[in-house]
């Protein structure tokens, strides 16, 4: 069965500072990928970004990266340079072959960007 | 751009009301999903379906029922609402395969009274 992990229900981070969101997650299957979501109060699902499981090198997108450790089957999103608008929840998910297409998630971290 | 629909924002019910919500993606995508977001809990999958006519059971099936009829079309249908399904329902879509990411609704927030 497959399972993600999110174990910091909340955390607080100062502007300007980086910040690291845990996630780990558990699945048999060899080629998966591994997403972050960010939901801001509004409520919209913003995708942020992708990693998949025969990428040798982490996953980047501007201000975001992925630190990969497939041997502890971890996938933390480092949001780097914090600004206000960064405070929001944020969701690990996973999705493996032979699945159906199946996507799951984690319970979400809530991130507070202090001024 | 992706868009998908949700065809209520809020819904308040009664309880034991047959309850359907509406999602319709507009991207030609196989997969679509029905989740349902209440706090420390996160999304928790209910159904998904890869294909019309297909459905597959997701976490918390209990208490729901999905149809696919139309590949645009997945419909959440709560047989006999309780007032523990009081939540936000959000449905999603994407390509089946493993490396696209999921687009979503703007959610329906469903009160059970």
């Known amino acids: 069965a497959q399972k993600i992990t999110q174990t910091q229900p909340g955390m607080f981070v100062q502007e300007k500072e980086a910040v690291t969101l845990d996630c780990t997650y558990d699945?048999?299957?060899?080629?998966?990928?591994l997403f972050w979501y960010k939901q801001p109060s509004s409520g919209e699902m913003i995708f942020l970004i992708y990693?998949?499981?025969?990428?040798?090198q982490n996953a980047t997108e501007g201000r975001y990266s992925l630190n990969f450790q497939k041997a502890r089957k971890s996938a933390n999103l480092v949001i780097s340079a914090s600004q206000l608008g960064d405070s929001a929840m944020y969701f690990c998910?996973?999705?493996?072959?032979?699945?159906?297409?199946?996507?799951?998630f984690g319970q979400g971290t809530e991130l507070s960007v202090k001024p | 751009d992706v868009k998908v629909t949700q065809s209520s924002r809020y819904l308040v019910k009664r309880t034991g009301e047959k309850v359907f919500l509406e999602c319709v993606q507009d991207m030609d995508h196989e997969n679509m999903f029905w989740y349902r977001q209440d706090p420390g809990l996160g999304l928790r999958l209910i159904y998904f379906s890869y294909d019309v006519k297909m459905k597959e059971k997701g976490d918390i099936p209990e208490g729901y029922s999905v149809s696919r009829e139309k590949k645009e079309r997945f419909s959440l249908i709560l047989e006999s609402a309780s007032t523990n399904q009081t939540s936000m329902y959000l449905c999603?879509?994407?390509?089946?395969?493993?490396?696209?990411?999921?687009?979503f609704g703007q959610g329906t927030r469903l009160t059970v009274v």
């Open positions: 699945t048999s299957d060899q080629s998966y990928g």
């Open positions: 998910a996973m999705r493996a072959n032979n699945q159906g297409g199946k996507l799951i």
């Open positions: 990693q998949g499981s025969y990428d040798e």
């Open positions: 999603a879509s994407s390509l089946l395969t493993v490396n696209t990411e999921a687009f």
